[in-house]
């Protein structure tokens, strides 16, 4: 009878298990669903509730005037032209950090990192400080480039806070690419750039292109550091988020929930050009 006692004892502990696990398994795939729909909830909530704030006539009639194209344009050349500044550094970057044996590899790596964990409006300040030094300082003045209330800032910023985001983006991008297919192009005779070209981006060309529009997109909501480095100069120098902050500042509402509304068309723009130009990606 002890033998049996012991054996139906030892049996029962699994099957009680079983029904346990089993029993509350529905439950987490609920859980998990409800966490997915409250996020897109609050979401939808936001933008209907500033929508019918603004109202349907309201939205329609600032829409085609010129005040919201002339910064929408402005945002869109000054992330263009810091997104191709911040893929020429961010690449090759990107490829050192993925594939090179970097001495004090944690220390490079933190330093490249810094600029995504600080503040963007700390990056204006610092910038302010580096072209107010040698050489910098030389330099504009010997080219006239001008900085403050000017594109040129806007610029500056955009690519001061995306590179570093652009660099990390990059190499998980080639993380994502298995170094066989190189070391095989390098046993056949072909040289390093040569690797990189025909092969590596080729195979990492998904997270690229993913990647620029993710840094774009970054560039595009940036306002922080402008606000401090380059300063507001109406159709000048207010991208659409800066023009958000200003006119909130000045009390028109009206304009501030449009440049609100253009700019979260632009992120869920954005976010579907990654989805499908992207394609199934290593970085999404």
């Known amino acids: 009878m002890a033998t049996t006692h012991e054996t139906t004892g030892v049996g029962s502990a699994p099957h009680s298990s079983f029904i346990i696990h089993h029993s509350s398994f ?43 194209w002339v910064r929408f344009w402005l945002t869109v050349r000054t992330s263009t032209v810091a997104t191709l500044a911040s893929l020429i550094v961010g690449i090759p970057a990107g490829y050192a950090l993925s594939r090179l044996k970097l001495p004090c ?107 620029s529009i993710v840094v774009w997109a970054r560039a595009a909501a940036e306002w922080e550091g402008l606000m401090l480095f380059v300063g507001g100069t109406m159709a000048k120098t207010d991208v659409m988020p800066f023009s958000v902050y200003l006119d909130w500042n000045g009390g028109m509402m009206g304009w501030v929930v449009t440049f609100s509304l253009v700019c979260v068309a632009l992120a869920v723009i954005s976010m579907a050009a990654v989805r499908t130009i992207g394609g199934r990606s290593y970085v999404w």
């Open 26 to 68: 529905p439950l987490w795939p609920v859980l998990c669903v409800l966490a997915v729909v409250t996020i897109l909830a609050g979401y939808l909530a936001l933008i209907i509730s500033n929508a019918l704030y603004l109202g349907w006539s309201d939205l329609t009639s600032f829409l085609p005037r010129e005040r919201l």
């Open 105 to 211: 590899r944690t220390l490079v790596s933190t330093l490249i990192d810094l600029p995504v964990m600080v503040p963007p409006a700390a990056v204006g300040v610092f910038l302010f400080g580096i072209v107010k030094a040698f050489p910098v300082r030389q330099f504009t003045e010997l080219t006239g480039i001008r900085f403050a209330h000017n594109p040129n800032g806007i610029v500056l910023v955009q690519f001061a806070v995306t590179v570093a985001f652009c660099a990390r983006l990059m190499k998980a991008s080639f993380d994502g690419v298995n170094p066989r297919f190189e070391q095989v192009s390098r046993s056949l005779g072909a040289s390093l750039p040569a690797t990189l070209w025909h092969v590596t981006l080729p195979l990492a060309k998904n997270g690229v292109i993913a990647s």
